[in-house]
């Protein structure tokens, strides 16, 4: 059973940073796609920020040069530093791992940016 736990949400104002970890029940390894996505009331989840199969990163438009997703596949932990935060950064956070074609999912982390 793969479970993924994050951790890292809180309420932060305008401008403040947060971080969010994503620690996997599973090894993770360099191939497997792993990142962030977020979900704000009212919307679809969209993505954040994502490790791909090939190892390279991708972005949301909204926050390049904002956030930066990191791994440690020792720990099994994939990271999410989040600068500069703006109320609409406002979301439920999730993680995502992808482990031979099937999604897993966490729980969720609320981030709340107040202006």
């Not at 971080?19 to 390894?29: G, P």
């Not at 956030?67 to 994939?78: E, P």
Request: contains cysteine; hydrophobic residues 35%; charged residues 15%.
């Amino acid at each position: 059973q793969v479970q993924l736990v994050e951790s890292g949400g809180g309420l932060v104002q305008a401008g403040g940073s947060l971080r969010l970890s994503c620690a996997a029940s599973v090894s993770i390894f360099r191939i497997n796609p792993m990142g962030w996505y977020r979900q704000a009331p009212g919307k679809q989840r969209e993505l954040v920020a994502v490790f791909t199969s090939g190892g390279s990163t991708n972005y949301a438009d909204s926050v390049k040069g904002r956030f930066t997703i990191s791994r440690d596949n020792a720990k099994n932990t994939v990271y999410l530093q989040m600068n500069s935060l703006k109320p609409e950064d406002t979301a439920v956070y999730y993680c995502n791992l992808e482990i031979l074609r099937l999604n897993y999912w966490g729980q969720g982390t609320q981030v709340t940016v107040s202006s």
